[in-house]
């Protein structure tokens, strides 16, 4: 017997991490069923490239750079004589992880490429796999696209309140936005929370003043290289959360006029200033456009994001749409940054579940008689690990459905052309297109509710998974750190609403005295449809499970039509969680008949049994939980 030391005896052997693309089964059935083989065929070499790239010492070492070296006030927001200097710093790491997702377009795939309705989902399998190593990158990235959307919805259509000059400053705005270059593209802001509220932004005590420059003065500029004029309106006010506080232009919401709703404005963050002298006497440069950052905050997870207190003063900007319509503006950006977060709380449960399968195949653990087994051979971990994957697929399968139904909607607006879909495919369920905006309208805050809620629990027992571990930050081995990954995915549930906003947000849209009946057809339009398939490939297509499925809808159905809105509000997380149960059993059921298979029937089964669906226990042993969490033909051999 020999003692061990620090550098003698039992040392783990460190896990390894595999593409997610291949190696991630629900993300593998998920593009297999949402996206037609001919688009799958074109996208699958750009991604599966994106998957090893993610994974790379250089990207990971960006990541801890990040998290270590995190943004900062440049000397507390003053110089060295006491004279206020709003200026924020950004470390190495944070901004070669942005120009890395810059230049594969993780925004600009939207908007510069065409797979039709299928671009969102193309976008969007492709941030499933750079969440994990992007270090909250993708979060201005989010209001980004927003904006670019909003944008993009102004620029395509006749604005009779847009003067040339306007929609000159939103074209080259939207033409950063949407760069694959890094010394052009664009972050944007999106700045709604006040200290009056989160969501509410009905209290808005920021205000904006008609205020354009006398003609006989020069023109002030946001960048005097491209000529861009700031805006004639002058924005005051405090905003009390902003998480792009590095972007280069914001969309923000004020009050024009007493009794008047609030209105929303594009504003850049900079603005030329012939007066400043560099360090080495070099006249005229740019500053912050009326903005001063007050703080940064100090939060427990997203550090290396940075969050800032706004102070404004005689901001420059342009109204966008309509005064007074300001919320009608802004939930266009809303729909998508939702979108981003759920798909990063998903990206962030998978690279957890990725961390957790590695450990289990090299970790081992005492067995009956004094035998060791490694994880991935011990019935009740696997178990775990089976179970969880089946709360991520079913969750996936929500998302890419949202995601196929905004892409839909998203190209209803424009003349692009449309690819047809395979008879075999989640076509099955696409709705008419008179359904598909009050489809979007409950999946619009029901995919987020139930998500991003569900994701922080599963992402704990990942964590758990690896014992003691998992419960480290371990920056020294980046690609395992799921501590830092859980304690970033404990936002999703927060910002952009928080899961009671937008539960009582979903029970409204299926309340609505216009549309309310609407949405609540086009979910009945869901499960009609699934529950009418004709079942003959998959086991799991029992009369009952269809029966079970169906009176769970109907008894929510005459619940939603019975109660009032205010006899819902405090049940809205319960009927909320209960919908998006629903749809998520109709699309196990079509994800089995589409592409049928032992494991995947298991897991709808396990997945209706947990939800009160159905009746009974797991079925199956260690190999067909091995087959759940690795894959078929993939699954490690040995057994107790």
Not at 114 to 135: I, K, M
Not at 306 to 331: F, H, N, V, Y
Request: aromatic share 8%.
């Amino acid at each position: 017997m020999e003692p061990s030391s620090s550098n003698t005896g039992f040392i783990q052997k460190q896990p390894v991490l595999k593409n997610q693309f291949y190696d991630d089964v629900s993300l593998r059935r998920a593009v297999k069923l949402f996206l037609p083989p001919d688009v799958l065929v074109k996208v699958e070499p750009e991604i599966a490239e994106l998957g090893e790239q993610v994974l790379s010492q250089e990207i990971l070492d960006w990541v801890t750079d990040a998290e270590k070296n995190q943004p900062y006030l440049r000397g507390s927001g003053r110089d060295a004589f006491g004279k206020p200097r709003s200026e924020l710093v950004v470390t190495e790491g944070w901004r070669r992880l942005q120009d890395f997702g810059f230049e594969k377009g993780v925004v600009a795939i939207n908007y510069d490429t065409d797979f039709a309705e299928y671009t969102r989902l193309v976008q969007f399998a492709r941030c499933h796999l750079w969440e994990g190593s992007c270090a909250n990158t993708l979060c201005p990235a989010a209001m980004q696209d927003g904006a670019t959307r909003l944008l993009q919805r102004h620029l395509t259509k006749p604005d009779s309140t847009m003067t040339p000059t306007q929609r000159h400053v939103l074209q080259n705005a939207f033409n950063h936005l949407t760069s694959r270059d890094p010394a052009k593209t664009w972050t944007s802001g999106q700045w709604m929370t006040e200290r009056t509220g989160g969501s509410d932004v009905s209290q808005t005590e920021t205000v904006a003043t008609f205020s354009p420059h006398p003609e006989s003065a020069s023109t002030p500029l946001a960048d005097a290289n491209e000529g861009i004029p700031l805006g004639p309106w002058s924005i005051s006010g405090f905003k009390w959360f902003s998480s792009a506080t590095d972007s280069q232009m914001t969309i923000l919401l004020a009050k024009t006029r007493p009794g008047l709703g609030v209105s929303a404005f594009f504003a850049p963050m900079r603005r030329y200033n012939p007066d400043l002298v560099s360090p080495t006497g070099h006249q005229g440069g740019t500053e912050l456009n009326g903005v001063t950052i007050q703080r940064l905050k100090n939060k427990f997870g997203t550090q290396s994001l940075p969050t800032a207190e706004l102070e404004l003063k005689d901001m420059r900007g342009w109204m966008i749409g309509e005064e007074g319509k300001g919320i009608q503006e802004i939930s266009t950006i809303l729909n998508i940054t939702r979108v981003h977060t759920t798909v990063s709380s998903m990206g962030y449960l998978g690279r957890g579940i990725a961390i957790a399968k590695s450990f289990a195949l090299v970790r081992e653990a005492g067995a009956s008689k004094g035998r060791r087994l490694p994880l991935s051979s011990h019935p009740l971990h696997m178990r775990t690990l089976a179970n969880l994957t089946v709360d991520y697929h079913g969750m996936m399968l929500l998302v890419f459905y949202t995601l196929y139904i905004l892409g839909l909607d998203e190209r209803s607006t424009t003349n692009t052309k449309t690819t047809a879909n395979p008879a075999a495919s989640i076509a099955l369920l696409r709705p008419p297109p008179h359904l598909v905006a009050p489809l979007l309208r409950v999946l619009s805050s029901l995919h987020k509710s139930y998500v991003c809620e569900n994701t922080v629990p599963a992402l704990y027992a990942c964590m758990e998974a690896l014992g003691g571990v998992g419960y480290l930050v371990n920056s020294e081995s980046e690609h395992l750190n799921v501590a830092r990954i859980f304690r970033d995915a404990c936002v999703g549930a927060i910002w952009e609403g928080t899961t009671d906003v937008l539960a009582s947000d979903t029970v409204r849209a299926l309340k609505h005295p216009v549309s309310g009946g609407k949405s609540v057809e086009v979910v009945e339009w869901v499960v009609q449809k699934g529950l009418s398939l004709p079942g003959g490939k998959g086991g799991l297509w029992a009369a009952s499970t269809k029966e079970a499925v169906g009176r769970r809808w109907d008894d929510l159905k005459v619940r939603i039509g019975k109660e009032t809105q205010g006899e819902l509000l405090p049940e809205a997380r319960g009927v909320t969680f209960q919908v998006a149960e629903v749809l998520m059993a109709v699309l196990f059921l079509v994800d089995v008949e589409v592409n049928p298979g032992v494991e995947v029937e298991e897991m709808g089964r396990r997945f209706l049994a947990k939800k009160g669906f159905l009746e009974g226990q797991a079925g199956g042993g260690l190999e067909l939980d091995q087959r759940i969490v690795y894959g078929k033909g993939e699954a490690p051999g040995a057994k107790l």
